[in-house]
């Protein structure tokens, strides 16, 4: 028995011609919707790695910009706290001064939410005044 190779080449011309034809007219639409879909998955692919790498982008330049907003109120209030100290103890025994010191600490703590109370500690540890006042 012996094996013969079957090759396009030992076809008639006629039926080589009507193999390939029908070959095309199969498969041709199959590999055009195929190439087409893997063609699209790209882009899609390419377009979602995208878009997440800009929100990544949007996310980071937002945490950025509210941090500095944080440090900045941060800073503003101990420089205002500062201010608020040097005033009450540059006011020695005067009364009046040492009330319009308060009431600023008390605008201060009225307009920052963040501050929760302000405490006025002598050098002995003892409390002086307290912003907002006990209410026992």
Known sequence: MKKIAFSIWQLKPVKWLRRIR??????????????????MGVIMGTLQLHEMSQQEAALFRELSFAKQRIQLRFANNTDVLQSIGRDYVSAGDSTKLKENVIIQAENLLQSNHEIA???WINESDQRLWKIPPDNL
Request: no cysteine; proline share 5%; hydrophobic share 65%.
């Open 22 to 39: 029908g070959f095309k007219l199969v498969y041709t639409p199959l590999i055009a919707i195929v190439l087409f879909t893997v063609v």
């Open 117 to 119: 109370q302000i405490v």
